[in-house]
């Protein structure tokens, strides 16, 4: 089979890595890729959300599977256009895709279907949000409607923060002025987040393994919320058989009935961020895709062929499927450039990367990284996902720091407790 990986950063590194371990995979392709992946298979340069050029390089490559790692093409719909063309992709419609595309959609359908979430406000106007936070105090969860990079969520203590955050997004439009039209003020859940990923044909569904996201940039979970700064799996200890089941019973079942419902059943891969709290699960969010780093150290893990999976969920075979995990433990350590989450500089070389180490006891997935000539130089805020395995979550975690210890480039920095929980 020739496979085409749409996306470019380190969760599409992961998975063109593991397809590339499926016997049936003949060939890789990626969209646009960048210098990790073309160690795997052939970069296109074609960028995640250029639909068009996507859909005329799967023919011309006659591509057999296409899987889709970022949700913006998603929620723009590359998978009904490769679907009308008569292409097989991995992923959900655009129409299942809005559970992410939008947090007031997101919402509206937790309401509607009566899945536990926070209570929230729903805000088109300034001038009210700015006036509800004065009114009924913090803290407070604002959120940008639209799509914002894993960025546009702002927990508030403090009402200079909540204010600064309903402008960022209403008036400064930071995120962009279709995703800053709407916003969201909810009530902040206490408790342990964890992250639920499951496997969906339309009809049927399957857990995989836990794992738990590290969010916010400093150690401690302390600063700003980034798109992920690490993560671990299993994360078996956090979730207890009566939380899961509560999650299966009271949130992943209705929310794939209330899709058939409405027409617009859910295909892929459907993230549920959960907060574990006093009154059982709520949910925190809908992803339509794999998390990023959470996929990273997934990867690791799962023994099953991943074509398989996504094969079996296109066909609406997955109650055919069975899924299988190694024991060990895996974790995922961000690398990220200096000033991340807020501006950073681009262009600095990396070193380190040759190190024997490497493709023996830990693997690195580039997330932003270019070359430079012949020099390995950083790209973005999350520059390299440096992921190992152990028999355990101590070993695994020697083995991941060992590994970031021999990286370096310029204002390099990364949380050192990635594996460990802060109550």
């Known amino acids: 089979m020739r496979i085409l990986i749409v996306g470019g950063g380190g969760r599409e590194h992961a998975l063109a890595w593991k397809a590339a371990r499926s016997p049936r995979v003949s060939e ?83 309401r509607r279907h009566n899945i536990p979430t926070a209570q929230c406000k729903i805000f088109d106007d300034p001038a009210l949000a700015h006036a509800y936070i004065d009114e009924f105090g913090l803290p407070a969860v604002i959120k940008c409607d639209g799509l914002a990079a894993g960025k546009g969520v702002t927990v508030a203590t403090t009402a200079e923060a909540a204010h600064g955050a309903i402008d960022d997004i209403m008036v400064r439009r930071i995120f962009g002025a279709e995703a800053g039209r709407r916003l969201v003020i909810e009530e902040v859940l206490r408790g342990e987040e964890i992250s639920i990923f499951a496997l969906c044909d339309g009809h049927n569904a399957i857990l995989l393994d836990t794992a738990q996201d590290h969010k916010q940039v400093g150690e401690g979970d302390t600063g700003p919320n980034t798109g992920g700064m690490g993560a671990f799996t299993p994360a078996r200890d956090l979730l207890s058989q009566r939380h899961e089941d509560d999650i299966v019973r009271r ?54 062929d991943l074509i398989d999976l996504c094969e079996a969920c296109i066909d609406g075979r997955l109650d055919q499927q069975d899924i299988t995990w190694s024991n060990d433990t895996a974790i995922c350590v961000t690398l990220a450039s200096q000033g991340y989450p807020g501006s950073y500089p681009k262009g600095r070389p990396i070193t380190g990367l040759d190190q024997p180490l490497f493709g023996e006891q830990a693997v690195v997935f580039h997330a932003g990284t270019r070359l430079d000539g012949d020099q390995l130089v950083t790209d973005g805020g999350r520059v390299l996902s440096v992921c190992a395995r152990g028999s355990d979550l101590d070993s695994a975690r020697n083995q991941v720091y060992a590994a970031c210890d021999l990286i370096h480039f310029e204002g390099v920095h990364f949380r050192r407790d990635i594996g460990r929980r802060h109550g």
């Open 251 to 304: 949130i992943l079942v209705p929310t794939m009935a209330g899709l058939v419902q409405e027409g617009r059943p859910y295909v892929g891969l459907l993230y549920l961020g959960i907060m574990l709290t006093d009154h059982g699960p709520k949910t925190l969010e809908y992803n339509v895709r794999f998390g990023d780093p959470e996929c990273q150290p997934l990867m690791l893990r799962l023994e099953s």
């Open 28 to 110: 890789v392709f990626c969209a646009p890729g960048n210098p990790g992946m073309a160690t795997i298979g052939t970069c296109l340069g074609i960028a995640a959300d250029d639909i068009d050029r996507l859909l005329a390089a799967a023919r011309e490559h006659q591509i057999d599977l296409t899987i889709v790692g970022p949700e913006q093409p998603l929620v723009m719909g590359i998978v009904d256009r490769f679907q009308a063309a008569g292409l097989r992709i991995w992923g959900p419609s655009r129409a299942a895709a809005e559970l992410e595309g939008s947090k007031v959609a997101m919402k509206e359908f937790m």
